[in-house]
């Protein structure tokens, strides 16, 4: 399985490629007026406007540096059979890595603000989280992507 590397604050996290549709650069985002912090805003790809997650705010709290490293992760979110795409920001991307199914690890404690965590692997010298995009998002949050 191909995967995604990039990090949060200071700590490695995983998507798996099947999840992802692309990796873009960092780009002027359209602010969105009186929404919450971890919506950074909305930009146009490839024709269809998407709106623009922090992916720090959602997992740390703390907002993603704009950094000439941070790239936008085109992501496809499913939600009561509907489907979605949606961009996140992250502060750095690292690289795409291949990892066999069989060097998952599950964690050894499940924490409910987590959801978000699925197994990890071990990569050079320490541990990489994979991310469970269908975990990533709470209710409030795929409430403001799913409405019509």
């Given at each position: 399985?191909?995967?995604?590397?990039?990090?949060?604050?200071?700590?490695?996290y995983?998507?798996?490629?099947k999840?992802?549709?692309?990796?873009?650069?960092?780009?002027?985002?359209a602010?969105?007026?009186?929404?919450?912090k971890?919506?950074?805003?909305?930009?146009?790809?490839?024709?269809?406007?998407?709106?623009?997650f922090?992916?720090?705010?959602?997992?740390s709290?703390?907002?993603?540096?704009?950094?000439?490293?941070?790239?936008?992760l085109?992501v496809?979110?499913s939600y009561g059979?509907?489907?979605?795409?949606?961009?996140?920001?992250?502060?750095?991307?690292?690289?795409?890595?291949?990892?066999?199914?069989?060097?998952?690890?599950?964690?050894?404690?499940v924490?409910?603000?987590?959801?978000?965590?699925?197994?990890m692997?071990?990569?050079?010298?320490g541990?990489?989280?994979?991310?469970?995009?269908?975990?990533?998002?709470?209710?409030?949050i795929?409430?403001i992507?799913?409405?019509?």
């Amino acid at each position: 399985m191909l995967v995604l590397l990039f990090n949060i604050e200071n700590m490695m996290y995983g998507i798996k490629s099947k999840n992802l549709i692309e990796v873009i650069p960092y780009l002027k985002l359209a602010p969105i007026p009186n929404t919450p912090k971890y919506i950074l805003g909305s930009f146009n790809y490839r024709g269809t406007n998407l709106a623009a997650f922090d992916l720090n705010v959602i997992t740390s709290g703390k907002e993603t540096e704009n950094k000439l490293s941070s790239k936008i992760l085109i992501v496809n979110i499913s939600y009561g059979g509907e489907e979605k795409i949606i961009g996140f920001v992250v502060r750095r991307v690292n690289e795409i890595i291949q990892i066999d199914e069989s060097e998952l690890i599950d964690q050894s404690i499940v924490i409910n603000e987590a959801r978000f965590i699925g197994k990890m692997f071990k990569y050079k010298n320490g541990l990489v989280q994979l991310v469970n995009t269908e975990s990533l998002l709470n209710e409030e949050i795929k409430q403001i992507i799913f409405t019509k």
